[in-house]
């Protein structure tokens, strides 16, 4: 099945406690797109980009089956640009810089040759951007999936709200959950904003995991350990690109689907996370993604025997 | 096979963001065992109390089959006194009173009908009483479990180093793995963890569940997402109660049976913080356990056909 992506396509400069880079390609949809490209083609890209993003990178995403026709270049802007510093606990981040540049331009559309697009995810966007994408489709898609952040929880809480009765699954995470739906406990957060319109909900965890609401069920998806988280930016962005691009090659929306759709996810944002940047996001081999698939097996498998004393 | 567990017994005042309770049966040895009893008996408790210490507390756990040979009753002394103020967040907590009345003179006896015992919890207490009582053991047992806190790290550390030559797991929570460790990364802590001498370890991660290391491999039990954590008192020693009993009974201390134990632990913890105190372990029903194991199952259980694009 077809998927449709849209979300930025950037610059970022990342500082961690293992090293800094000046500049390297970022933003959600590059992310999103190179981790689906694992299990489906094609990819059908929204976004706008400078005459500044580098050639051999639009080249790359192409060879894996990433479409350019709904990417805006505007040659004589900047793409944005966003520039931040993560702690040592790599969960929270100060942002330094973040140039909008043509991105402040953003008026997403969509061409035909996206209209045939089952599969839909929404990256994290100023919410009257994902609404417009939303208007734009002839067609009801199967599955559409969004992210969004605390900061337009701050300031357009009301249009996040409108995005939300139109969309089958929100990711965000722990404590956007909590922002979202003023409760605290994460079982009550999820039933106030299923109410809200998605019927399915995932809240992202960090190194905790990730958790899948549908209805009253509950499925927990560890993060898998490692000795060093390197640089997370893209984790979020890859454990979406993998849920929704094994969603699209499986095309199956069960429950127990989506639940595997989560490890998928966590594993790419295992490997996202080992290097800068999306630089191992673009030199995985079947090899590495099949062993990585067999440690979260080992890593969640378990047998049961019940042995009562009473 | 009998199970001794080693710990205290005491009272507790307890604060937490849903009401108090002034004075209500805790310590270590009392989760432990009540968890515990679940799945084995006898249990061959090793504790010190008071003269204050409820009669039908005593004759509660009797009937459960825990012994109490090995507990110092010192008539005009009072019981380990405990209270404590918990946050929203449930992970952290301000001790208000500890008073340690006549577990101060705490000097463990192992009665010899506690010889046969094939499995051994040490309860957090002084690293010098858990060492007392290895000391006793007139044969090795087949596993050695082992509780700390951050308060012997400070204290006591060489004293803690040695207690851990001589055990087979150790169980304590992630902060705790970084400050013993010096390490913050948990796959690395836990590598050096275990370098110090127990094989196996548990790292407890509270609402996120717990990782279980043994060698190379890794385990990932998540904790049940709860509405409400009532009273997160216990928590902690149910889960090594049933971590523990469970496999007393099965009798099986493989990696693969101890992911099954730690999940066992997991569901008995998700229990505990359900009610105030131990009130909720007192009543629990061979259905209720079912049905609770079976929620681990649906929360855990996930079937993966991989489906690469490339």
């Not at 890209?45 to 400078?50: D, E, L, M, R, Y």
């Not at 090899?287 to 097996?297: H, I, K, S, T, Y």
Request: contains cysteine; hydrophobic residues 45%.
């Amino acid at each position: 099945m077809s998927l449709l992506i849209v979300g930025t396509m950037a610059f970022d400069a990342l500082e961690t406690p293992f090293g800094k880079v000046d500049r390297i390609i970022g933003g959600s949809a590059t992310y999103a797109a190179w981790a689906a490209s694992y299990f489906t083609q094609p990819i059908k890209q929204v976004s706008i980009i400078g005459g500044d993003f580098p050639k051999e990178e639009i080249a790359a995403l192409e060879a894996r089956g990433v479409e350019f026709e709904g990417v805006d270049v505007i040659e004589d802007g900047k793409s944005f640009f966003w520039s931040g510093r993560y702690h040592m606990d790599m969960n929270t981040r100060d942002s330094l810089i973040t140039d909008l540049n043509v991105l402040a331009q953003f008026d997403p559309k969509i061409p035909e040759s996206y209209q045939d697009c089952d599969y839909v995810m929404l990256g994290n966007l100023v919410p009257a951007v994902q609404m417009k994408v939303l208007d734009q489709l002839k067609h009801k898609p199967k599955l559409v999936i969004m992210d969004t952040m605390n900061f337009w929880m701050d300031i357009a809480m009301d249009e996040l709200k409108q995005v939300l009765t139109r969309v089958d699954l929100l990711m965000v995470n722990d404590s956007e959950a909590r922002q979202l739906s003023g409760e605290y406990s994460l079982v009550k957060a999820a039933k106030k904003i299923q109410a809200m319109g998605p019927k399915f909900l995932i809240i992202k965890k960090g190194e905790h995991g990730a958790l899948l609401f549908y209805g009253d069920k509950i499925f927990s998806s560890p993060a898998l350990p490692l000795e060093e988280v390197f640089d997370p930016t893209g984790a979020g962005d890859t454990f979406a690109g993998g849920f929704i691009g094994y969603l699209s090659r499986t095309d199956d929306i069960s429950f127990e689907n989506m639940k595997a759709a989560v490890v998928i996810g966590s594993a790419m944002a295992s490997f996202c996370v080992e290097k800068f940047g999306p630089i191992r996001m673009k030199e995985l081999t079947p090899a590495d993604l099949e062993n990585r698939l067999g440690d979260f097996v080992t890593l969640m498998n378990v047998n049961i025997e019940i042995a009562l004393a009473v």
